[in-house]
Nanobody
């Protein structure tokens, strides 16, 4: 059974930084995609970023390009989301998710393509 555990959410001021972590266990394939989604109150869940574990190829939502960086450790069991220059539109619950294939340039941000999800970690931005 695949399990994902997120951590790192916190209260931060606008312009600040946070690093989220997602520990993945139970996967039986080597090449998979790990993605971060977020959901703000009253809004739909949206894709933030994805990384393919074998190639390291990444994808980002336009709203976070140049500010967020996704990475994974060498063991490919932990993914990170480094969030810099946080804006008032960035808060929400951040979820990590996995799919048993690499991210895919056109499908990485489609929720239905992911079959395992974590419980989420809350990111709050306030001055």
């Amino acid at each position: 059974q695949v399990q994902l555990v997120e951590s790192g959410g916190d209260l931060v001021q606008p312009g600040g930084s946070l690093r989220l972590s997602c520990v993945v266990s139970g996967l039986t394939v080597d090449d998979y995609g790990i993605a971060w989604f977020r959901q703000a109150p009253g809004k739909e869940r949206e894709g933030v970023s994805c990384i393919s574990t074998i190639t390291g190829i990444t994808s980002y939502a336009d709203s976070v390009k140049g500010r967020f960086i996704i990475s994974r450790d060498n063991a490919k069991t932990t993914a990170y989301l480094q969030m810099n220059s946080l804006k008032p539109e960035d808060p929400g619950v951040y979820y990590c998710a996995t799919r048993p294939i690499s991210c895919g340039a056109d499908t990485w941000n489609i929720q239905g393509r992911y079959d395992s999800w974590g419980q989420g970690t809350q990111v709050t931005i306030s001055s």
